[in-house]
């Protein structure tokens, strides 16, 4: 491809670096405005006690993931060389802990908040990570740990 040559949108969006929780944090804040700019109804009710629950659990298990990866001693970030194949719980029930409590926690905020405009936030977080992240990760996995990575991804669902 010569240099001057425009590069295809799927050339671009291979190479785009996207992290996670920069993603996470720029849909809270976009979503969260969006609530407070359109017209919805505002009420308290069980919905934020429901919110807080769902918003804990999702940290709280994308964190426990978080630091099985720290105690094995391999890397976090999705662009970084893992030197384990992780797969104790919960990782025999998800191939993504991590973004699977990201998506969880995202939710629990539009719940929180009784927010349709943040329902956005979880449903964008999905979508990018599942096309544009997780199967970058899941080559290298493929390419550093062969047969082992295809058992476990035979074993194991992408998400739930």
């Known amino acids: 491809m010569n240099s ?15 992290y996670p929780p920069l993603l996470a944090g720029a849909l809270v804040l976009g979503t969260l405005a969006l609530h407070f700019l359109l017209p919805e109804e505002r009420t308290v009710g069980w919905y934020p006690v ?9 940290a709280g298990l ?25 797969a104790q719980a919960p990782y025999t029930w ?3 802990p991590m973004y699977l409590g990201v998506v969880t926690a995202l939710l629990g905020m539009a719940i929180f908040f009784e927010s349709i405009a943040m329902l956005l936030a979880p449903a964008v977080f999905f979508a990018v990570i599942d096309r544009m992240v997780i199967p970058r990760e899941e080559e290298t996995l493929q390419r550093l740990f062969g047969n082992d990575y295809v058992d476990y991804k035979n074993r194991v669902r992408r998400w739930i």
């Open 50 to 58: 429901i919110g807080l629950l769902v918003v804990a659990f999702g």
């Open 94 to 96: 998800t191939r993504n």
């Open 4 to 18: 001057t040559e425009p590069q295809s949108t799927s050339t671009v969006l291979s190479t785009m670096k996207i």
């Open 62 to 86: 994308s964190c426990f993931a978080a630091a099985i990866f720290q105690a094995r001693g391999t890397t976090r970030n999705p662009y970084g060389e893992p030197t384990a194949l992780v």
